[in-house]
């Protein structure tokens, strides 16, 4: 028995008695165990999935089902579920149970998804590779010798390798999209504020949102629309309405469409990448869209920009991890000043304590204004800009990487280099705009090849529906 890589296709198999939910989980759980190799999963719920899909299989009996009947989803190891273990890979967390469900979970779980465990990813989300983990890094399950990409690798890489027909990452700098490209599959990072964080381990607060990785634009469109919306719990979501994303209209009407001309001139810009996206481009003005390149002023300062706020961020957020509250305490301590510096230095990864130090030094006394405030001021120009192309043009296109997924190791050496794969991603976060990266092509290596579409303010449906013709174009 084959997955299933589209919920209405298990939809069908289930309302014609093919399938169960019931039979769908265990097809799953036997395929998580057939792919340890690939290092994907850090804990599976076997018990409580099995347990859940039964429950779920009467409900359908009953006709009293949820919108997700069914749907095997797998949640990133930043995501909390109550009485469960949530590491955000790394050490200084270990054994950590969370008290509380989060908010985009609970959603998930109230329309009867069945959350099938927690999936790898880079410790505290912060990595391109998934390379940065206590627990090893993630295989792509295209080509076991590269990267699935980071820091969500885990939850692309299970979509991708058919291990649950859906996931939730966490997207601060890319993170749900740049996985999405390397593993061939849909992942989207919503506009800022569209989904609550509650139960979300934070990493940068002002950029970090839940988004859903998927293999088809439908599903993604439907589990947004599911996780979305107000939460007493999080005071800086949005209380605007929620479209029905998942009533996609795959319209031809002609579009205005922007790229940023910087980007596809960008040297480290793969070739073949640059030749598929200008393909597209031409593409998409054969079918009647106007497509124009424009002139980004602050497109030199999108990386410095979103590392100095995302650092500055981090280092905040990250000092209540301090071996005295919870998680992991060194065993070498002597006073209170050996218990935080030992556990920290013990229990942290070295990128992640590179970014606490880096985030320290542009907040510390006589540096705050030269780089945190000035990137502050930057972040408000990038906005401004954005809003600015959005009042002429419907969406905006780019690459989602400037190559493919390399291989296992290959970034480690010179850690600058690796916090290039954000530069085409991280503007979205800047900015708040919600974006999606889908495969578009192949790459002569074998690998896929991605294409962001970015749209204005809570205009996800926008891009859906865009996103979907292409599909269709293709």
Same mark, same amino acid.
Not at 249 to 264: D, E, G, H, M, V
Not at 274 to 282: A, H, L, V
């Given at each position: 028995?084959?997955?299933?890589?589209?919920?209405?296709?298990?939809?069908?198999?289930?309302?014609?008695?093919?399938?169960?939910?019931?039979?769908?989980?265990?097809?799953?759980?036997?395929?998580?165990?057939?792919?340890?190799?690939?290092?994907?999963?850090?804990?599976?719920?076997?018990?409580?999935?099995?347990?859940?899909?039964?429950?779920?299989?009467?409900?359908?009996?009953?006709?009293?089902?949820?919108?997700?009947?069914?749907?095997?989803?797998?949640?990133?190891?930043?995501?909390?579920?109550?009485?469960?273990?949530?590491?955000?890979?790394?050490?200084?967390?270990?054994?950590?149970?969370?008290?509380?469900?989060?908010?985009?979970?609970?959603?998930?779980?109230?329309?009867?998804?069945?959350?099938?465990?927690?999936?790898?990813?880079?410790?505290?989300?912060?990595?391109?590779?998934?390379?940065?983990?206590?627990?090893?890094?993630?295989?792509?399950?295209?080509?076991?010798?590269?990267?699935?990409?980071?820091?969500?690798?885990?939850?692309?890489?299970?979509?991708?390798?058919?291990?649950?027909?859906?996931?939730?990452?966490?997207?601060?700098?890319?993170?749900?999209?740049?996985?999405?490209?390397?593993?061939?599959?849909?992942?989207?990072?919503?506009?800022?504020? #569209?989904?609550?964080?509650?139960?979300?381990?934070?990493?940068?607060?002002?950029?970090?949102?839940?988004?859903?990785?998927?293999?088809?634009?439908?599903?993604?469109?439907?589990?947004?629309?599911?996780?979305?919306?107000?939460?007493?719990?999080?005071?800086?979501?949005?209380? #605007?309405?929620?479209?029905?994303?998942?009533?996609?209209?795959?319209?031809?009407?002609?579009?205005?469409?922007?790229?940023?001309?910087?980007?596809?001139?960008?040297?480290?810009?793969?070739?073949?990448?640059?030749?598929?996206?200008?393909?597209?481009?031409?593409?998409?003005?054969?079918?009647?869209?106007?497509?124009?390149?424009?002139?980004?002023?602050?497109?030199?300062?999108?990386?410095?920009?979103y590392y100095i706020l995302s650092t500055a961020e981090a280092s905040s957020n990250?000092?209540?991890?301090?071996?005295?509250?919870?998680?992991?305490?060194?065993?070498?301590?002597?006073?209170?000043?050996?218990?935080?510096?030992?556990?920290?230095?013990?229990?942290?990864?070295?990128?992640?304590?590179?970014?606490?130090?880096?985030?320290?030094?542009?907040?510390?006394?006589?540096?705050?204004?030269?780089?945190?405030?000035?990137?502050?001021?930057? #972040?408000?120009?990038?906005?401004?800009?954005?809003?600015?192309?959005?009042?002429?043009?419907?969406?905006?296109?780019?690459?989602?990487?400037?190559?493919?997924?390399?291989?296992?190791?290959?970034?480690?050496?010179?850690?600058?280099?690796?916090?290039?794969?954000?530069?085409?991603?991280?503007?979205?976060?800047?900015?708040?705009?919600?974006?999606?990266?889908?495969?578009?092509?192949?790459?002569?290596?074998?690998?896929?090849?991605?294409?962001?579409?970015?749209?204005?303010?809570?205009?996800?449906?926008?891009?859906?529906?865009?996103?979907?013709?292409?599909?269709?174009?293709?």
């Open positions: 028995m084959k997955p299933y890589y589209s919920y209405l296709e298990l939809q069908k198999a289930l309302k014609s008695k093919k399938t169960t939910c019931f039979k769908t989980t265990k097809l799953y759980l036997s395929r998580i165990s057939d792919h340890t190799h690939l290092n994907i999963f850090v804990e599976v719920f076997e018990k409580e999935a099995l347990a859940k899909s039964k429950l779920v299989d009467e409900k359908i009996q009953k006709g009293t089902a949820g919108r997700l009947a069914g749907m095997v989803i797998g949640i990133k190891d930043n995501i909390c579920l109550k009485n469960h273990t949530v590491t955000a890979a790394s050490k200084i967390l270990n054994g950590f149970e969370s008290l509380f469900t989060a908010t985009a979970v609970q959603r998930l779980i109230d329309q009867d998804a069945i959350i099938i465990g927690r999936l790898n990813c880079d410790e505290f989300a912060m990595g391109s590779a998934n390379e940065n983990s206590v627990y090893g890094s993630v295989k792509n399950p295209i080509d076991k010798t590269r990267v699935a990409g980071g820091s969500s690798g885990g939850s692309a890489a299970a979509v991708a390798a058919g291990l649950c027909l859906a996931s939730l990452g966490s997207d601060t700098g890319g993170s749900v999209r740049q996985p999405a490209a390397f593993c061939g599959v849909v992942g989207v990072k919503p506009t800022y504020s #569209r989904v609550s964080r509650h139960g979300l381990i934070a990493y940068g607060s002002s950029f970090d949102q839940i988004g859903p990785l998927t293999n088809n634009v439908y599903d993604a469109a439907l589990i947004l629309e599911v996780i979305s919306g107000n939460d007493d719990y999080d005071s800086t979501t949005s209380s #605007r309405k929620v479209d029905h994303y998942s009533k996609i209209i795959s319209t031809s009407s002609p579009k205005r469409i922007a790229y940023f001309r910087q980007a596809l001139e960008l040297p480290i810009l793969d070739k073949e990448i640059k030749n598929t996206i200008e393909n597209k481009i031409i593409d998409l003005k054969n079918n009647g869209h106007t497509v124009d390149a424009v002139d980004f002023p602050y497109f030199d300062s999108l990386m410095p920009t990250l000092a209540r991890y301090d071996g005295v509250h919870f998680g992991y305490r060194s065993k070498e301590i002597t006073d209170l000043e050996s218990t935080y510096k030992n556990s920290r230095t013990e229990g942290f990864g070295e990128e992640v304590k590179r970014r606490i130090m880096l985030g320290t030094f542009v907040l510390s006394s006589g540096y705050n204004e030269e780089f945190y405030n000035k990137a502050l001021k930057i #972040r408000r120009l990038i906005q401004d800009d954005t809003k600015k192309i959005f009042q002429s043009y419907d969406l905006l296109i780019s690459p989602v990487t400037p190559h493919t997924a390399f291989p296992i190791g290959g970034k480690n050496i010179d850690p600058t280099k690796a916090y290039l794969e954000d530069v085409f991603t991280v503007h979205a976060n800047l900015s708040g705009n919600p974006a999606i990266s889908m495969p578009i092509s192949n790459h002569t290596n074998g690998m896929p090849i991605s294409l962001q579409i970015t749209s204005g303010m809570f205009k996800e449906k926008e891009v859906f529906s865009f996103a979907n013709s292409i599909y269709k174009l293709q």
